[in-house]
T-cell receptor
Framework: GAVVSQHPSWVICKSGTSVKIECRSL??????MFWYRQFPKQSLMLMAT?????????EQGVEKDKFLINHASLTLSTLTVTSAHPEDSSFYIC???????????FGPGTRLTVL | GENVEQHPSTLSVQEGDSAVIKCTYS??????FPWYKQELGKGPQLIID?????GEKKDQRIAVTLNKTAKHFSLHITETQPEDSAVYFC????????FGTGTSLTVIP
């Protein structure tokens, strides 16, 4: 149990386009989902916390208008990178909180390459 | 806020030897301490966790110890195998998750 999926696993796009990444909890309901960004050989950097049915809470320095997060259901959260630029190229990982015990389960990640 | 430090940043061991990774945290309110294994190009995978009311937990070759007084916790891997090679992250959490900086473990056959 506690499986989280992400789609797509790898996406290449042109500069200026928008990219949507989906995060799904497959076998449990997640009231809270998290979006992270990871640069090579570095730790995970929390971008935002997403609660079902409400606006996401963004970490300091993360542009809300650039990284749009929607958490429309208890099993799905989406991250849209708008007007992507090469500096947005990174590994994006989501996680889902299974319940009150603070357990986070991570998706497999999405590698975004912006040309 | 919480500050989680992790050491060492890189670790190489011979196959069959033990590996130990240590983390310290600063917030005494943290009460959940998971460890994640991340293989190249993949998301972190929870391998073991411990809560503040327990001092030690073991799962086959993996064990975690927690010293709440000293605010540190450690991951122990015994009888290491090449497939244990990966990056390991510790985390401390109370209201938020705080990750360590990661340890790249290489098990030499």
């Amino acid at each position: 149990g506690a499986v989280v999926s992400q789609h797509p696993s790898w996406v290449i796009c042109k500069s200026g386009t928008s990219v949507k990444i989906e995060c799904r909890s497959l076998d449990f309901q997640a009231t809270t989902m998290f979006w992270y960004r990871q640069f090579p050989k570095q730790s995970l950097m929390l971008m935002a916390t997403s609660n079902e049915g409400s606006k996401a809470t963004y970490e300091q320095g993360v542009e809300k208008d650039k990284f749009l997060i929607n958490h429309a259901s208890l099993t799905l959260s989406t991250l849209t990178v708008t007007s992507a630029h090469p500096e947005d190229s990174s590994f994006y990982i989501c996680s889902a909180d299974r319940g009150a015990l603070n357990e986070q389960f991570f998706g497999p990640g999405t590698r975004l390459t912006v040309l | 806020g919480e500050n989680v430090e992790q050491h060492p940043s890189t670790l190489s061991v011979q196959e069959g030897d033990s590996a130990v990774i240590k983390c310290t945290y600063s917030d005494s309110a943290s009460n959940y301490f998971p460890w994640y294994k991340q293989e190249l190009g993949k998301g972190p995978q929870l391998i073991i966790d411990i809560r503040s009311n327990v001092g030690e937990k073991k799962d086959q070759r993996i064990a975690v110890t927690l010293n709440k007084t000293a605010k540190h916790f450690s991951l122990h891997i015994t009888e290491t195998q090449p497939e244990d090679s990966a990056v390991y992250f510790c985390a401390a959490t109370g209201n938020q998750f705080y990750f360590g900086t990661g340890t790249s473990l290489t098990v030499i056959p």
